[in-house]
């Protein structure tokens, strides 16, 4: 069984993401959506909120699972079980820095490949940085988000 993990910080959540995970599920069995705790961030989600969150998105997927995790993405992978690590790339200027991660994630674990999947061109010019900017101006973001999520944004900004 060909299972894959998907990290990131998903800070929050997007429908561009949710596109990367759809897509991957029709090349692996299972899917660990994994929330990295990344310690050069300051997320405004908690790992438990962003880990609920995606909990709530992606609870229809049956071979869908969401965890966290503190540390290299290979050793993640590798205590999962993951033959993959699932990367999304948008743009070219996402590519060079993927590149780097993928050669480098390699050289570590290489029996673990990355696998690079772009979302539908809808969701290219997508990040979480935008969704947290344009709610913090009260912009309607219910074109990029889920429900769930506009909802968690709406009331972080409201405090």
């Excluded at 993405?73 to 590519?95: M, P, Q, T, Y």
């Amino acid at each position: 069984m060909a299972k894959a993990i998907y990290p990131g910080t998903f800070d929050p959540v997007t429908y561009g993401h949710i596109d990367i995970i759809k897509r991957a599920r029709e090349i692996f069995d299972s899917i660990v959506v994994t929330v990295a705790i990344n310690t050069g961030k300051t997320p405004l989600f908690t790992t438990q909120e962003r880990v609920e969150m995606l909990k709530d998105c992606l609870k229809e997927f049956q071979n869908v699972s969401v965890d966290s995790f503190d540390g290299l993405v290979v050793d993640h992978a590798k205590n999962v079980g993951a033959v993959s690590i699932i990367r999304g790339l948008r743009a070219v200027s996402d590519f060079e820095y993927e590149f780097q991660m993928a050669l480098m994630n390699r050289k570590l674990a290489g029996e673990i490949s990355t696998v690079f999947l772009m979302p539908h061109e809808k969701y290219t010019y997508l990040n979480s940085s935008i969704v947290r900017s344009l709610a913090g101006f009260n912009s309607d973001i219910s074109d990029f988000v889920p429900p769930n999520v506009r909802n968690a944004l709406e009331r972080k900004f409201k405090k």
